[in-house]
């Protein structure tokens, strides 16, 4: 869950350029129910607003659903859609490797030099 929180500024730039893609796998690895991706995948949200919603919904049902997340933003498919997801998560990382790291708004800011 940790890996989530500290990371959603990250997740919300990176997925918001394809919610729709997001919402789909979420459901089909049941991460999110039905209602739930009824109630994210509204016409009227922007992709960001159905990220960080989506986010919070995760978040919000513990440390199952996040670690389930985690390993869905693993899978080399979503990698490919979403290439900046390779810079923290990667399937050779164990998730305590990944809760060890610094946040990667943090990484990132330090590789630009600020």
Avoid at 17 to 24: E, G, M, P, R
């Amino acid at each position: 869950m940790e890996t989530v929180r500290k990371n959603k500024v990250f997740l919300i730039d990176t997925l918001s350029a394809d919610a729709s893609i997001v919402l789909q796998h979420v459901q089909n690895d049941n991460i999110i129910t039905r209602r739930d991706y009824n109630n994210l995948n509204q016409p009227n949200h922007t992709h960001e607003q159905i990220i960080i919603k989506l986010l919070d919904n995760v978040t919000n049902k513990g440390n199952d659903a996040c670690h389930k997340f985690l390993q869905m933003l693993e899978k080399e498919e979503l990698q490919e859609i979403f290439p900046q997801l390779k810079e923290l998560f990667t399937p050779d990382h164990t998730s305590a490797e990944r809760e060890s790291r610094p946040a990667m708004a943090q990484a990132t800011n330090q590789g630009k030099g600020d």
